[in-house]
Nanobody, 125 residues
Framework: VQLQASGGGLVQAGDSLRLDCAVS????????MGWFRQAPGKEREFVAS????????YYEESVKGRFTISRDNAKNTVYLYMNNLKPEDMAVYYC???????????????????WGAGTQVTVSS
């Protein structure tokens, strides 16, 4: 299984971005998926997750109402729509796949067994 994140870039505060994560393999539709981020000097943190069928989504508190996670199982892709970006959102964003989907909120990095390489999001104030 390979994950390829894309869509990062340099934006101004208040702007929007959409991150895409394309996943190889036939079993994407059974995976829970998540987005994490890591800012310089900080631990990797949970951003959002989505169940295998898209029916359940979860968000880190600081992004609720601004970010939306979604998936298209026909395209083997998960998305992160980020609105009203703030300087504190600046980080490398990683997508991850939980092939067992056995968890609850899928907010722990330990729950994921496949990771993409990350895409940089830079927000200028």
């Amino acid at each position: 299984v390979q994950l390829q994140a894309s869509g990062g870039g340099l934006v101004q505060a208040g702007d929007s971005l959409r991150l895409d994560c394309a996943v190889s393999g036939r079993s994407f539709g059974s995976y829970a998926m998540g987005w994490f981020r890591q800012a310089p000097g900080k631990e990797r943190e949970f951003v959002a997750s989505i169940s295998w069928d898209g029916g359940s989504t979860y968000y880190e508190e600081s992004v609720k109402g601004r970010f939306t996670i979604s998936r298209d199982n026909a395209k083997n892709t998960v998305y992160l729509y980020m609105n009203n970006l703030k300087p504190e959102d600046m980080a490398v964003y990683y997508c991850a796949a939980d092939s067992t989907a056995a968890g609850n909120r899928w907010s722990g990095a330990y729950e994921y067994d496949y990771w993409g390489a990350g895409t940089q999001v830079t927000v200028s104030s």
